[in-house]
């Protein structure tokens, strides 16, 4: 089965927890522009998938989608649509894997440690959206380098 949905806006990354000392302890807490973010991701997969949930292994596919900068020419814009000029800024791949990873656990999947297979695209578009696939991986994966077994 595949659920397919988009969020809109900005993809943003997963932030490192941030630390408070309350006395004589310190808590951690993620930072609300990491919870506002992965509560748009839960608004956009219930919209879409209305309860679905996935089980066994689990290939998730995101395609972060940036607006150029305003400041830019028309020439260089078209070109960075065009995907001429590659988006190589911040968020890093890993971060917004795992913003939109864990803000789908419990939810759509038990854990995300069933993911076995992701793939992260950054990219430049008209608008700032993330498109998000996410299913049941019924195929083999393999590695990419052959492997030299029993030597």
């Known amino acids: 089965m595949d659920i397919e949905f988009i969020v809109p806006g900005e993809a943003i990354g997963k932030e490192r927890p941030r630390f408070v000392r309350r ?5 951690t ?5 990491t919870k506002d973010y992965q509560k748009e991701v839960l608004i956009a997969y219930n919209k879409v998938a209305k309860g679905k949930k996935l089980y066994g292994s ?11 900068p305003k400041s830019v020419s028309k020439k260089t814009r078209e070109k960075m649509i065009n995907g001429e000029i590659p988006y ?10 795992k913003s939109v990873c864990d803000a789908l656990n419990e939810v759509t999947y038990d854990d995300d440690a069933q993911i076995n297979d992701a793939r992260v695209i950054k990219m430049y578009g ?6 998000i696939r996410l299913s049941d991986s019924k195929h083999a994966v393999k590695p990419f380098i052959k492997i030299n077994k029993g030597k």
Request: charge should be positive; aromatic fraction near 8%; hydrophobic fraction near 30%.
């Open 58 to 68: 689990i290939k998730a596919e995101v395609c972060a989608i940036y607006e150029p």
């Open 126 to 131: 008209d608008k700032s959206i993330c498109q």
């Open 88 to 97: 190589t800024k911040k968020p890093d791949v890993d971060n917004i894997l």
């Open 29 to 33: 807490y993620t930072p609300q522009k």
């Open 23 to 27: 006395g004589k302890f310190v808590t």
